[in-house]
């Protein structure tokens, strides 16, 4: 059996800046059942998401959001958006390492 | 007016990227009160608060400008602009007050344009920064009197209550420096008496346009009726319809925190909020409670970061590719020398210098996870910026020239890399980085802000 990933359980995937210092990622899932099942599984977390992206647990904010059915992972940007060494200036596409999380 | 029980405004998520007419003129046959467009965004980077180029060209402002100022003259209700040409900064405010002076002109009656200014002098922030009323948000970068000398401009983000100021004086169009997207919304749902935690989810939701509904087309009108106890909103196009999902996930949109949100004067708590469908085009939204709070501005600046020159090019030579590290550090040692002939002792730090490998890490850089490289070929974006315009281009021929003819240590001699233009180096001008996340304290909401009044057309 292959493992699955968060990609499995998302319909819907929105990443932008939250001003230019912050980046966040909204990630939305098909219904309630996956919804609170992937709240508790606790595979998005803030230090769960902190491995992956080499920050502090203390610099990860994680919010469930039940009335849109999605997790809000928020994060510092490396640089301010469209600073020299910038790769994503509108951060647009720094959510992709979160979908390769293994869900067990 | 204070007493209705009812007001309902059009709502355009970011002028100059259209909607459709058809729409605006279904949203007006509503008779709003009042339309509401957000020009600005911050997503670009720093160049538009820095005055390299506004957000888009003069037709594409004119167009949906044009269109906005028609439709409300016709209806005689008001037309507030935040963030004039995506920045806010005044040139902006200016620029968009051109555009609706030649409008006006065309329209047939006369019409009071207030401008609202946004940008603040260093002298000004200095002085709050020294009297201990300047403070940093999260995550906020280090600031003080150096960084606010230094920074080609400054302007504080306006809420509600200067569009409020701005129409008391009888504007029939204002047109607004920085503002926060919600507050031009809000504004006069908070003037008319409307429940502030209402006033401000509405501006929230209003935001984007029809971004609150689905599925996703083109950015679209939006409708928004306040009632005392909670409010509807609907998109104008047929083909989009707005359900309590795609609502909801606009309180999320472009926000670290969706549960509480702060704005200038108002601190509105969205945790017991609820969407419910009343159609299967619309949906009912209460719940949201605003309070008061001491009254902040918070800051955006810019300041130059250098002059920046880049140049790209492809691999396909695995020989090159399964060392990319070693290769690049091969070659650096070239560089060194070369900009010490050029550039005297110590040359190679005069600049900084980028380089992206796309197919490897050129999206995520530090933060990708996967660290070994796959594939047959990989593309390079190499950036050099330095302090002066001089330094940045004999520093990028350097360098240049050292990837051009690339050494490797795989070969007795090299290879030349693949660049794919006869111009291979592109000058990108100067440079900008955001330098400010902080808010000031302020008195009054009008204190950091200037508000003109003029009369177009006739």
């Known amino acids: 059996m292959t493992t699955r990933i968060v990609r499995d359980v998302l319909v819907s995937v929105r990443s932008k800046n939250a001003g230019p210092f912050t980046v966040s990622f909204d990630l939305f899932f098909p219904d309630n059942e996956t919804f609170h099942d992937m709240q508790q599984r606790g595979v998005i977390t803030p230090e769960s998401v902190a491995a992956l992206y080499g920050l502090a647990p203390d610099d990860v904010r994680v919010h469930w959001f039940e009335p849109a059915l999605a997790v809000k992972v928020a994060v510092p940007r490396l640089v301010p958006g469209g600073a020299p060494g910038d790769t994503d200036v509108a951060g647009g596409q720094q959510y992709a390492p979160l979908l390769s999380l293994p869900l067990d | ?458």
Not at chain 2, 51 to 57: K, L, M, S, T, Y
Not at chain 2, 289 to 314: C, H
Request: charged share 25%.
């Open chain 2, 1 to 458: 007016m204070a007493d209705s029980n009812s007001l309902s405004f059009l709502c355009i998520g970011s002028l100059g990227t259209g909607f459709l007419e058809s729409s605006l003129e279904r949203g007006l046959a509503l008779d709003p009160d009042f339309i509401g467009a957000d020009a600005g965004s911050v997503d670009g980077g720093p160049n538009a608060l820095a005055g390299v180029a506004p957000g888009w060209p003069d037709a594409a402002y004119r167009r949906d400008l044009d269109l906005l100022m028609r439709g409300a003259a016709r209806k005689g209700i008001p037309l507030l602009i935040g963030s004039s040409a995506t920045s806010g900064r005044d040139w902006g405010v200016d620029w968009f007050a051109g555009m609706a002076r030649d409008i006006g002109s065309t329209i047939g009656r006369k019409l009071k344009v207030a401008k609202i200014y946004s940008e603040l002098s260093a002298d000004y922030v200095a002085d709050k920064l020294r009297a201990g009323r300047l403070h940093p948000l999260y995550p906020a970068p280090h600031y003080d009197e150096d960084v606010i000398r230094r920074s080609v401009r400054i302007v504080g983000v306006m809420g509600a209550e200067q569009f409020q100021a701005a129409l008391d004086l009888g504007a029939d169009v204002v047109l607004g420096g920085r503002a926060t997207d919600t507050g031009i919304f809000a504004a006069i749902p908070l003037a008319r008496g409307f429940d502030p935690g209402l006033a401000w989810h509405a501006g929230k939701i209003a935001e984007c346009g029809s971004s609150a509904a689905e599925p996703r087309r083109r950015l679209d009108v939006l409708h928004i009726a306040m009632e005392r106890d909670s409010f509807v909103v609907q998109p104008l196009a047929d083909d989009i319809r707005c359900t309590p999902f795609s609502v909801a996930s606009l309180q999320l949109h472009e926000v670290a925190d969706p549960f509480t949100m702060v704005e200038p004067g108002w601190t509105t708590d969205l945790r017991n909020v609820r969407y419910d469908a009343v159609s299967d085009r619309a949906v009912r939204v209460s719940g949201a409670t605003s309070v008061r709070t001491p009254y902040t501005v918070k800051l955006e600046g810019v300041e130059r970061a250098g002059f920046q020159r880049m140049f790209m090019f492809g691999i396909r030579d695995e020989t090159f590719l399964k060392n990319i590290d070693g290769w690049m550090a091969f070659i650096d040692g070239d560089i060194t020398t070369r900009c010490e002939e050029l550039l005297g002792p110590g040359g190679r730090d005069l600049v900084q210098v980028h380089m992206r490998v796309y197919g490897r890490d050129g999206v995520m850089g530090p933060r990708e996870p996967i660290k070994q490289f796959e594939g047959h070929e990989a593309f390079f974006v190499v950036d050099v910026t330095g302090p002066d315009p001089q330094t940045t281009e004999t520093a990028t021929s350097v360098i240049w020239y050292a990837f051009m003819h690339a050494k490797s240590p795989g070969w007795r001699g090299g290879a030349t890399v693949a660049w794919p233009f006869s111009k291979a180096v592109f000058d990108n001008g100067e440079v900008f980085q955001f330098n400010a996340h902080h808010v000031i304290d302020v008195d009054d909401p009008m204190e950091p802000f200037r508000i003109e009044l003029e009369e177009v057309g006739q």
